[in-house]
Nanobody
Framework: QVQLVESGGGLVQSGGSLRLSCTTS????????IGWFRQVPGKEREFVAT????????YYADSVKGRFTISRDNAKNTVYLQMNSLKPEDTAVYYC???????????????WGQGTQVTVSS
């Protein structure tokens, strides 16, 4: 059973920073990339950023470019999302997801974590 576990969420003031982690484990699933998404109640899930395990290719949503940085530590099976200059509109539950397909950027993801809450106060 493939598992993705997010951590690092919390409450931060506007302009502050947080770093989210996504650690993968279990199963024989071989993922090509890990993506971060976010969702606010009542709204559709929104893509944030994605990174490939091998070459470290990255791709970001326009709304977070220049503020968020995605990175990975292959030895730890962990992907990070460094979030700087946070805004109240960044408030959401953040999910990480794994995809095996090699298309770039990935369109659909195969496995999802449970999410971690990020709240940015004004």
């Amino acid at each position: 059973q493939v598992q993705l576990v997010e951590s690092g969420g919390g409450l931060v003031q506007s302009g502050g920073s947080l770093r989210l982690s996504c650690t993968t484990s279990g199963g024989t699933f071989s993922s090509n990339a890990i993506g971060w998404f976010r969702q606010v109640p009542g709204k559709e899930r929104e893509f944030v950023a994605t990174i490939t395990w091998s070459a470290g290719w990255t791709y970001y949503a326009d709304s977070v470019k220049g503020r968020f940085t995605i990175s990975r530590d292959n030895a730890k099976n962990t992907v990070y999302l460094q979030m700087n200059s946070l805004k109240p509109e960044d408030t959401a539950v953040y999910y990480c997801a794994a995809v095996s397909a090699s298309s770039w950027p990935p369109l659909e993801y195969d496995y999802w974590g449970q999410g971690t809450q990020v709240t940015v106060s004004s």
